[in-house]
């Protein structure tokens, strides 16, 4: 009798501590996945699908301010997005971009360019550039 105890006893201790660590290992994953999140969420793809549609806008820009200066998507921050006039079918927005710039192969930082464009369906254009 005492046998079986024993052995109900440390199944129920085996089952118990088993449960424990699955719950903590879960808790763990939750956390690690809303790390990955943010990341994530910062570059989706529509994230990224705006910065290229600015992108050809930007450059001009950043190569008649700084000819000798480069930039990477990558790296460019969507600082702002606002809907300019509200409505159904209303698409006149202006988006506000940090963009990192840098000289030479080996990417010394050469400080921020913040570019507001005026996005339209006629198109993008330039509305202030800060150094």
Same mark, same amino acid.
């Given at each position: 009798?005492?046998?079986?105890? &024993?052995?109900?006893?440390?199944?129920?201790?085996?089952?118990?501590?088993?449960?424990?660590?699955?719950?903590?290992?879960?808790?763990?994953?939750?956390?690690?996945?809303?790390?990955?999140?943010?990341?994530?969420?910062?570059?989706?793809?529509?994230?990224?699908?705006?910065?290229?549609?600015?992108?050809?806008?930007?450059? %001009?820009? !950043?190569?008649?301010?700084?000819?000798?200066?480069?930039?990477?998507?990558?790296?460019?921050? !969507?600082?702002?997005? %606002?809907?300019?006039?509200?409505?159904?079918?209303?698409?006149?927005?202006?988006? %506000?971009? %940090?963009?990192?710039?840098?000289?030479?192969?080996?990417?010394?930082?050469?400080?921020?360019?913040? !570019?507001? &464009?005026?996005?339209?369906?006629?198109?993008?254009?330039?509305?202030?550039?800060?150094?």
């Amino acid at each position: 009798m005492k046998n079986k105890q &024993f052995i109900f006893i440390l199944a129920l201790f085996v089952v118990l501590l088993t449960l424990f660590a699955t719950g903590v290992m879960l808790s763990n994953k939750d956390t690690a996945e809303a790390e990955n999140v943010g990341a994530e969420k910062k570059h989706s793809d529509l994230y990224d699908v705006l910065l290229v549609l600015l992108d050809p806008e930007a450059r %001009k820009v !950043i190569n008649k301010e700084f000819p000798n200066r480069s930039y990477a998507l990558w790296n460019a921050e !969507i600082l702002e997005v %606002k809907r300019l006039t509200g409505g159904y079918s209303q698409y006149d927005f202006t988006v %506000k971009v %940090k963009y990192d710039t840098y000289t030479g192969p080996f990417n010394p930082p050469e400080g921020p360019i913040t !570019i507001t &464009f005026h996005v339209t369906t006629d198109g993008v254009s330039v509305v202030k550039i800060q150094k």
